[in-house]
T-cell receptor, first 115, second 114 residues
Framework: AQSVTQLGSHVSVSEGALVLLRCNYSSSVPPYLFWYVQYPNQGLQLLLKYTTGATLVKGINGFEAEFKKSETSFHLTKPSAHMSDAAEYFCALQNSGGSNYKLTFGKGTLLTVNP | GAGVSQSPSNKVTEKGKDVELRCDPISGHTALYWYRQSLGQGLEFLIYFQGNSAPDKSGLPSDRFSAERTGGSVSTLTIQRTQQEDSAVYLC????????????FGPGTRLTVT
């Protein structure tokens, strides 16, 4: 069975500070990994994804994440937080094999940005 | 172009009533997913449609839940004899067929069972 663990259900940072949202995964096959963002009363929007190749992936809005197989991690970072980054962030895993491409999500991390 | 749309955006129903939730995927997307987002359980997979293949229903929580996809496009999720624990946001997503392609999510339907 595959699973995703997001450490910290709530992270609070000051505007301009580093954002670090943690994600660890468990999978018996090489995973594809995703970060989604959800603003209040909206659906999920893809920030970035890792499938194959370069392990450091860059996404929208200045976010990036690094796939570390040895640590089974896919942490999301942004050098300088902006007020507009306040939202809930979900790490998700997809099985790279098989025929069902469903996403398995972590519980989410609510990011608060303080002025 | 148009994204994934869902209707209604909000639905309040009485316990024991049946409800239907609708999803219009992005044109050309052959894969369609339903997920449920609730406070206690987070985001859970419900069901997956891919082209003309039999759907993967492995995430449906009980036999009160069913879904269909007509003509490879619009999908309807039906919940019979609703219970209070069915209260959640139901999200629909669509994608091109292959894994690694982005799943595009609709805004969701917020279901409240009173």
């Amino acid at each position: 069975a595959q699973s995703v663990t997001q450490l910290g259900s709530h992270v609070s940072v000051s505007e301009g500070a580093l954002v670090l949202l943690r994600c660890n995964y468990s999978s018996s096959v090489p995973p594809y990994l995703f970060w989604y963002v959800q603003y209040p009363n909206q659906g999920l929007q893809l920030l970035l994804k890792y499938t194959t190749g370069a392990t450091l992936v860059k996404g929208i809005n200045g976010f990036e994440a690094e796939f570390k197989k040895s640590e089974t991690s896919f942490h999301l970072t942004k050098p300088s937080a902006h007020m507009s980054d306040a939202a809930e962030y979900f790490c998700a895993l997809q099985n790279s094999g098989g025929s069902n491409y469903k996403l398995t999500f972590g519980k989410g991390t609510l990011l608060t940005v303080n002025p | 172009g148009a994204g994934v749309s869902q209707s209604p955006s909000n639905k309040v129903t009485e316990k024991g009533k049946d409800v239907e939730l609708r999803c219009d995927p992005i044109s050309g997307h052959t894969a369609l997913y339903w997920y449920r987002q609730s406070l206690g359980q987070g985001l859970e997979f419900l069901i997956y449609f891919q082209g003309n293949s039999a759907p993967d229903k492995s995430g449906l929580p009980s036999d009160r839940f069913s879904a269909e996809r007509t003509g490879g496009s619009v999908s309807t999720l039906t919940i019979q004899r609703t219970q209070q624990e069915d209260s959640a946001v139901y999200l629909c997503a669509s994608s091109l067929a292959h894994s690694s392609y982005e799943q595009y999510f609709g805004p969701g339907t917020r279901l409240t069972v009173t």
